[in-house]
């Protein structure tokens, strides 16, 4: 059973950037295809980003253009990088995995603690 840890959320202006980090352990990190989702208050849980095992990407359209997924295999570990923030993306960023790429980006893999992000001045 894999652990995910996140890391790096915060409070930021509009406009702002941050870096989120998923370490991944317990299994073979490179095996497997990751996410980034994301919870606002009162709303459903929603896809952000993912990569699958061999570099497959995925965004949100709400996202493309200003956030960015990347994975290093050799620190077991995916970023978020997060560029020109808005108000509305605040909320709670959980990082996801499984080894089937399908399964990330229905919600199916397994899921981090959650890292809290909020966009306000």
């Known amino acids: 059973q894999v652990q995910l840890v996140e890391s790096g959320g915060g409070l930021v202006q509009p406009g702002g950037s941050l870096r989120l980090s998923c370490v991944l352990s317990?299994?073979?990190?490179?095996?497997?295809?990751m996410g980034w989702y994301r919870q606002a208050p009162g709303k459903q849980r929603e896809l952000v980003a993912a990569?699958?095992?061999?570099?497959?990407?995925s965004y949100a359209d709400s996202v493309k253009g200003r956030f960015t997924i990347s994975r290093d295999n050799a620190k077991n570990t995916v970023y978020l990088q997060m560029n020109s923030l808005k108000p509305d993306d605040t909320a709670v960023y959980y990082c996801?995995?499984?080894?089937?790429?399908?399964?990330?980006?229905?919600?199916?893999?397994?899921w981090g603690q959650g890292t809290q992000v909020t966009v306000s001045s």
């Open positions: 990569i699958g095992s061999g570099g497959t990407l």
């Open positions: 317990g299994s073979i990190f490179s095996a497997y295809a």
């Open positions: 996801s995995a499984d080894l089937l790429f399908v399964r990330v980006v229905t919600g199916k893999g397994s």
